[in-house]
């Protein structure tokens, strides 16, 4: 399977729910970011977290990181349909030729309805 | 301008021409990308330049597509002989350390009909 996979691919849920959603990656990484990108256009990063580093927060925002099993998660609390957009994230990791390369997943897609 | 600014916003071409997208990123940062992302998808990496080392071109999908970033700021993106495949949203992003938090513009709308 591809590095940097999110799942679900998409979510929906209620306004004030909390939204999860998943980063798998295959090699050591340096960090990861989450990003948002809203109608198609440009993306808008949201955290980084260093490999050395478990958890980060920013407002409603909860990264998690765990390196032994090569996964991240983001965590939206008390979502709200402004939330609604897809979300990507990104590590910076060893590709094939084990070079490092930042590599994209292909995004969950949230729905947040009111 | 504080971010990243692409041109045009849109651009809508007939099959065979050649086209130019342009990407101003934000001053200082050494590290520019350019990514594809067509409709409902993920991003497709295209190519990457870090201060004055060779760019990284292993993502550009075809020879039609060149890109140049001339004084280590402006970049262009050049798609040669169009296709109708080409349609897609091109990115462009910078980043001030390679690799790390990227600043995105709004992106070009490619339509070739």
């Known amino acids: 399977s591809q590095q940097g996979e999110e799942d679900p691919q998409a979510l929906s849920i209620q306004e004030g729910e909390n939204a999860t959603m998943n980063c798998s990656y295959k090699t050591s990484i340096n960090n990861l970011q989450w990003y948002r990108q809203n109608s198609g256009r440009g993306l808008v990063h949201l955290i980084l977290?260093?490999?050395n580093e478990r958890e980060k927060h920013s407002g409603r925002l909860r990264v998690t990181l765990d390196t032994s099993k090569k996964s991240s998660s983001l965590l939206i609390t008390a979502s709200r349909a402004a939330d609604t957009a897809s979300y990507f994230c990104?590590?910076?990791?060893?590709?094939?030729?084990?070079?490092?390369?930042?590599?994209w997943g292909l995004g969950t897609s949230l729905a947040v309805n009111p | 301008g504080a971010g990243v600014s692409q041109s045009p916003s849109n651009k809508v071409t007939e099959k065979g021409k050649d086209v130019e997208l342009r990407c101003d990123p934000i001053?200082?940062?050494?590290?520019l990308y350019w990514y594809r992302q067509s409709l409902g998808q993920g991003l497709e990496f295209l190519i990457y330049f870090q201060g004055n080392s060779a760019p990284d071109k292993s993502g550009l999908p075809s020879d039609r597509f060149s890109a140049e970033r001339t004084g280590g700021s402006v970049s262009t993106l050049t798609i040669q002989r169009t296709q109708q495949e080409d349609s897609a949203v091109y990115l462009c992003?910078?980043?001030?350390?390679?690799?790390?938090?990227?600043?995105f513009g709004p992106g070009t709308r490619l339509l070739v009909l």
């Open positions: 977290i260093r490999s």
């Open positions: 992003a910078s980043s001030f350390i390679a690799r790390e938090t990227q600043y």
């Open positions: 990104a590590t910076d990791a060893l590709n094939a030729g084990n070079n490092r390369k930042l590599i």
């Open positions: 001053s200082g940062h050494t590290a």
